[in-house]
Nanobody, 115 residues
């Protein structure tokens, strides 16, 4: 049973930074593709950033240049460094793990960008 536990969300002012963490239990982390998704109220869940087992990354256009995804296979963890945050980044952020056809989700962490 794989568990993904996100942390690091909170309230931040526009222009501020947050670092999200996702701790994964279970085996095969080093061969998993990991990702961060977000869902704002009334909107569909969308991909924010992804990182392959080989370290290749991809980002949504809306966060390119501001967000950075990284992983630490020794710690079974994936991170999302978010800089220059905007009110439109407000959402619940979810960690995602994919191994073949198997997909797992974390419970989400709230990020609110507001004065």
């Amino acid at each position: 049973q794989v568990q993904l536990v996100e942390s690091g969300g909170g309230l931040v002012q526009p222009g501020g930074s947050l670092r999200l963490s996702c701790a994964a239990s279970g085996s095969s982390f080093n061969v998993a593709a990991m990702g961060w998704y977000r869902q704002a109220p009334g909107k569909q869940r969308e991909l924010v950033a992804g990182i392959t087992s080989g370290g290749n990354t991809n980002y949504a256009n809306s966060v390119k240049g501001r967000f950075t995804i990284s992983r630490d296979n020794a710690k079974n963890a994936v991170y999302l460094q978010m800089n220059s945050l905007k009110p439109e980044d407000t959402a619940v952020y979810y960690c995602n793990r994919r191994v073949g056809m198997l997909v797992d989700w974390g419970q989400g962490t709230q990020v609110t960008v507001s004065l």
